[in-house]
């Protein structure tokens, strides 16, 4: 069984700081793509950033600049640094990753159960 399990969200006053991280646990055999999303009340879930398994990165126009994607291989963990919080970054935060679980099939896309971020104005 494959889980991702995020941490790291919470409450924090805007211009600060929070990191995120999710970590990938269970029959691993490779993770392609991971990524962060998030979700605000009323809206729809939005792509954040994602990384390649090579380390490309590419970010949503909202949040480059002051969001630093990255991972640790070796962990099956990826990382979401949030700097310069806007108020309008509150959401409910989610991390994805397409795993190769069976070395032969395609990678399937896992989800984890989300980390509420908020952002005082």
């Known amino acids: 069984q494959v889980q991702l399990v995020e941490s790291g969200g919470g409450l924090v006053q805007a211009g600060g700081s929070l990191r995120l991280s999710c970590a990938g646990s269970?029959?691993?055999?490779?993770?392609?793509?991971m990524g962060w999303y998030r979700q605000a009340p009323g809206k729809q879930r939005e792509l954040v950033a994602i990384?390649?398994?090579?380390?490309?990165?590419n970010y949503a126009d909202s949040v480059k600049g002051r969001f630093t994607i990255s991972r640790d291989n070796a962990k099956n963990t990826v990382y979401l640094q949030m700097n310069s919080l806007k108020h309008e970054d509150t959401a409910v935060y989610y991390c994805?990753?397409?795993?190769?679980?069976?070395?032969?099939?395609?990678?399937?896309?896992?989800w984890g159960q989300g980390t509420q971020v908020t952002v005082s104005s």
């Open positions: 990384i390649t398994s090579g380390g490309s990165t």
């Open positions: 269970g029959k691993i055999f490779s993770i392609n793509a």
């Open positions: 994805a990753a397409a795993i190769v679980v069976v070395p032969t099939e395609y990678p399937t896309d896992y």
